[in-house]
């Protein structure tokens, strides 16, 4: 990006023209102050190129969320930050994403050819306990193409998280707001608006002023090509004393820690994370007298597991994990606090294949090479397998068998990943289930993970007592499918 700026220097008046069609700054100063009538507002922004942005290998530890398709249908290419250390950023970030998949969704008719949908991050600052990321969202579809981004700065220390509009008090948002349109406007975006208009709606929309860079010194506000009509991401630098005058405190001492280059105080190892918060214990119940029900959770390690994991320590109950290990590759940390915490981990095949369709020694691979992601992340050995869409075959058990493992199937179906709805989630968990069951679900699905105080308090409302699966089926038995404790075979 940082290019686009440079090599116009010589040639400003030829290739000023062309410069503005792909966004980048006339120049690369500030304007300097007009000669206009004393009416005139003093621009106090302009524009400026895009912020310089540091790579995700510039921090340790740094674990990126990542999930690719490349089947039939709508590209989906995913990646974000996952920080164990700072919850409020993770919310954020969460909810930015599934906000922007709502949207795509939104777009996407049935079955429309060479739709895509991209999550994409970066890292703009790390300076004492500050992490600074860009997360930037493209939707492609027939209908339209949508290109957004917001930015946000946490304290990883405290865990407390700023929005690009956090960065400016009340009156800063206002004063930047009008700076940034006019910016626009001089330099000839802003799709007819007027300063007035473009303003208001900096202002008013959901994530306007949501994309700000801190430079150390002042700040840089980004624009997506639909608030500007420019076809690319358009950078607005405000002038010192407008940035000085309209950033807010916390936003200061970001600024200070970056214009000192404090050293950033790093991310914690694996090891320093204190899965002590998330812990469970198993209750004391034998489920030959008691009725007991054990909740599973499929597809993850992902972006809600650990909020799942809140839930459960929250609620003192115990559940079983079926990971997939291409996310446990991509989500280490999380599947072992999954470990630590006290629950169970179970092997969910490495890329989610229907294991009939595939030939046995390709089954084999799938698992071992996910019993090994599993161990080296967990520390685990795990003797359960779920197979993907609970499909098996006796091929496919003789394998398992052989492995000295067994199929956890379920007798409870909440369909919780077509339904992706709490009520009908809980509905539907609630409807089914019996003494010795085993309820589905999938932890990749915010709503399922929403659902499960709800199911664990009606569950126990009901006399339920919920159960890891040992407790509920005992030993894993190699070979030997279990679809409820009174259903194995
Ligand atoms: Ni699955």
Redesign the pocket.
């Known amino acids: 990006m940082p290019e686009k700026g440079k090599f116009i220097r010589p040639f400003t008046m030829v290739l000023a023209s062309l410069a503005l069609a792909a966004c980048s700054p006339v120049s690369p100063t500030p304007p300097a102050t007009p000669t206009a009538p004393i009416s005139m507002v003093t621009p106090r922004a302009h524009v400026a190129q895009l912020p310089a942005r540091e790579g995700i290998e510039a921090v340790e530890y740094l674990t990126p969320y990542q999930e690719s398709s490349t089947d039939a249908g709508p590209k989906i290419n995913v990646a974000y930050p996952v920080i164990t250390a700072a919850p409020s950023l993770q919310a954020y970030i969460n909810a930015y994403v599934q906000g922007q998949r709502t949207y795509f969704r939104s777009l996407l008719n049935a079955n429309e050819p060479n739709s895509a949908f991209t999550i994409s991050w970066d890292i703009l600052a790390h300076a004492g306990p500050y992490l600074g990321f860009v997360v930037e969202s493209n939707s492609t579809t027939l209908a339209q193409n949508s290109h957004h981004a917001i930015s946000v700065f946490t304290d990883i220390e405290h865990d407390v998280t700023l929005s690009g509009q956090d960065l400016f008090t009340d009156d800063g948002r206002r004063m930047v707001a009008r700076a940034v349109a006019s910016a626009v406007q001089t330099a000839g975006y802003g799709a007819g608006k007027t300063i007035d208009q473009f303003s208001s709606q900096l202002l008013e929309q959901p994530n306007g002023l949501a994309n700000v860079a801190l430079t150390g010194t002042g700040a840089v506000v980004v624009l997506d090509p639909s608030d500007t009509g420019c076809a690319d991401f358009m950078a607005i630098a405000l002038d010192d004393d407008l940035a000085n005058e309209a950033l807010s405190e916390p936003a200061h001492a970001i600024n200070e820690a970056i214009a000192n280059k404090t050293p950033f105080v790093g991310l914690p190892s694996p090891e320093q994370i204190n899965a002590s918060e998330y812990a469970i214990s198993l209750p004391e119940v034998d489920c030959a007298v008691a009725a007991c029900v054990a909740l599973t959770y ?2 993850g390690p992902g972006e809600y597991t650990l909020e799942l994991l809140r839930y459960l320590h929250e609620a003192n109950a115990p559940a079983t994990f ?1 990971m ?1 290990g291409r996310s446990v590759h991509h989500l280490p940390d999380i599947a072992g606090i999954v470990a630590e915490a006290g629950h169970t981990i179970g092997n ?1 095949t490495y890329s ?1 294949p229907q294991l009939p369709k595939i030939a046995s020694a390709e089954v084999n691979a799938e698992l071992a090479r996910t019993d090994a992601e599993i161990e080296a992340a967990a520390g685990v050995k795990t003797p359960w397998v ?1 197979p ?2 609970g499909a098996v075959t006796p091929a496919v058990m003789k394998e398992l068998a052989g492995r000295g493992q067994a199929a956890v199937l379920w007798d409870v179906d909440t369909e919780d990943w077509k339904n992706r709805n709490i009520a009908e989630t809980t509905r539907r968990a609630l409807a089914a289930v019996q003494p010795g069951s085993i309820i589905l679900m ?1 932890d990749i699905h915010e709503s399922s993970v929403k659902a499960t105080p709800g199911i664990i308090k009606a569950l126990r409302d009901k006399g339920f007592t919920i159960v890891s699966l040992e407790q509920l089926v005992g030993q894993a038995k190699p070979g030997v499918k279990y679809f409820s404790r009174n259903n194995a075979h």
């Open positions: 499929d597809d079926f997939v969910h989610h779920r993907p869409y999938h």
